[in-house]
């Protein structure tokens, strides 16, 4: 990924997502507790390995306490994202900077993998890294195909995803744990956000020269388009 890329989190304009803003922090979610149910389907061929049940709930166990992701978008003029993801343009889209996201990730000893996600609808095959598991070898945990592979029915995301398997000291449990001191670089608003929102998010832009900008669908038109309106 080019070093001066963005890259978009979207988030509802409620009390939660706000506080995470004006405390300059970014949840960090637990593999098991993604969106997506099907993230992270899996098969073993029982043909060609010893395999036992056992060693499978271990990597799930593994996982729930361990496995830590962040996901972003390469696109945000997306409006069926801006629907789900931000409360009908209710919410708003932080956008970082691919490097002070890696900057972050260090500065707390964070380390893991980055990547596009590919969108296909085959279960990856755990044997290929059974062995390396059963033995210890985790440390490659994060760089697996596996978690950077999502079902075809949600290519439309254009997701960039951060993995993360060190332990932590950060707050975390099964759902995740906040990453701190880290900004966005501009900020976008929906164009149905509340006014008391909008002042919080004005306000916080100000304090620390933040680009503030409104998501306007362009109602002038019969092709999908949409203009952004610089709020300072």
């Known amino acids: 990924m080019k070093k001066d890329t963005e890259l978009y989190k979207f988030k509802t304009g409620d009390k939660r ?5 004006l ?3 970014l949840w960090v979610s637990n593999l098991l507790n993604m969106n997506d149910p099907t993230d992270l389907k899996i098969y073993v061929n029982k043909k060609t390995i010893k395999y036992r049940d056992e060693d499978m709930i271990k990597f799930y166990n593994f996982l729930a306490s361990g496995i830590y992701c962040i996901s972003f978008t390469t696109n945000f003029d997306n409006e069926r994202m801006w629907d789900y993801y931000s409360d009908g343009f209710r919410g708003f889209v932080l956008c970082y900077s691919y490097l002070d996201i890696k900057s972050t990730l260090d500065k707390y000893g964070l380390k893991g993998n980055d990547n596009k996600v590919k969108y296909d609808d085959k279960s990856f095959d755990f044997t290929k890294v059974y062995k ?3 033995n210890g070898k985790i440390d490659e945990v994060v760089e697996w195909e596996a ?3 999502k079902n075809q029915s949600w290519k439309d995301e254009k997701e960039y995803r951060f993995s993360i398997n060190t332990p932590v000291n950060l707050g975390s449990n099964e759902k995740g744990f906040p990453l701190k001191d880290i900004k ?3 900020i976008i608003v929906g164009f ?3 006014q008391t929102s909008l002042n919080l998010i004005k306000n916080y832009c100000k304090k620390n020269k933040i680009k503030l900008q409104m998501y306007m669908p362009r109602f002038d038109k019969i ?3 949409y203009k952004l309106i610089d709020l300072r």
Do not use: A, Q, V
Request: aromatic content about 18%; proline content about 4%.
């Open 147 to 149: 978690f950077f592979t």
């Open 223 to 225: 092709e999908k388009d």
């Open 184 to 186: 966005p670089i501009r």
């Open 17 to 21: 997502n706000l506080n995470y803003l």
């Open 192 to 194: 149905k956000i509340n």
């Open 132 to 134: 390396k598991f059963i």
């Open 23 to 25: 405390n300059d922090e």
